[in-house]
């Protein structure tokens, strides 16, 4: 009589993927440690009065005396409920479910766009700017005043965010049967087919790019002495301070950015130029599109949010023309991600783990 030994099953690799939800609660329970340290000593906030931002972040709207005990309490809370993500994944009921969800995503959402308000995109514009004129002294500001501690706070609430949304993702397709890495189940059909996010993908890009440009027109417009929504006394004297050319430098970014954006639907997205020393015609890595438009995507909604909240911005007067384009903001935001998705559904290829593809 024959027999056959069972199939050798491979030990299963460290999955990057399971460290997700420790690291979350470890980086949140952290934050809440921190915050619930000012509430005791009543020092350590980092958005009270003493930051130059408050009045530009939706962050105002909470007191400054119940700022460390809110964030305290939801910081502390989310990071019990990513511990509770990183034990072994067990279907709950399906109520259970919802709400640990509805919390996790509520909670990291707010982390990721409503805490770091504007000024993270601004830091991010003005970045190429201070870097090279540094050395010259120009732009003539104090970096202390620029980089300061409510910045830090405002990239690690980001940092915290992104976490807890990693592993909430993770969860979310564990508990309902669905591949933890690739998010597919089987019977991925309709809208999330290559073929499908080809189409919509492109109207995304295409509505993401529009914004940026219409904002870069405005500046360049200011740099050429045209005052494009503006008193022309005003624009001498952004001239006279050299801050027109600082929003010029803002305008390329967003021209840069917008060009991009369109390389989601262009072939020079998914290979290399041939004009590109060493790397022409070699694939574009999905990581290198997703993830810096996934960060500019969080940030100009965080931007658009805090403008549109604003009672001083909808006093445009005389320059709706040169602020008019933050309005379009959370619609750049939200068509950015939605282009950066579909990148992603065409370009993702086969799971490594599921290999579903």
Partial sequence: MTTTAPPRVPARRSDRLDLLAPLAAGWLGLGGALALLGTVTGA??????????????????????????????????????????????????????????????????VLTVVVPGMQVLVILGYLPILLVGAP????????????????????????????????????QRRTSGACAACGRDGADRGWRTPAAAARWGRWAAWTAAAVPFGYALTRFAWAVGIPLGIDPEFLGGMRESGAVWAGAGLGAFATVGAVLTLG?????????????????????????????????????????????????FWDLGDGVVAWGPLLFFPLWGVALGAATYAYHLRRRGACHRCDRG
Avoid: C, H, K, Q
Wanted: overall charge positive; charged content about 10%; aromatic content about 8%.
């Fill in 44 to 109: 350590g906030y980092p958005f009270g009065a003493d930051d130059p931002n408050r009045e530009a972040n939706l962050l105002r709207l909470v007191p400054a005396d119940l700022g460390p005990p809110v964030f305290a309490g939801v910081l502390l809370t989310a990071a019990v409920l990513a511990l509770t993500l990183a034990a072994p994944a067990a279907r709950p009921a399906r109520p259970v479910r919802a709400v640990l969800l509805g919390y996790g995503w509520a909670v990291a959402s």
């Fill in 136 to 171: 010259f002294g120009w732009p003539p500001v104090d970096y202390a005043d620029v980089f300061t501690g409510a910045l830090a706070a405002r990239v690690a609430s980001i940092v915290g965010g992104v976490l807890l949304a990693g592993a909430l993702l993770v969860w």
């Fill in 264 to 312: 989601l639907v262009a072939r020079w997205g998914e290979l290399f130029p041939r004009w590109i020393p060493v790397l022409a015609g070699r694939r574009v890595p999905v990581a290198l599109a997703v993830v810096p438009a996934t960060v500019v995507a969080i940030a100009v909604t965080g931007t658009g949010l805090s403008a549109l909240s604003s009672a001083s």
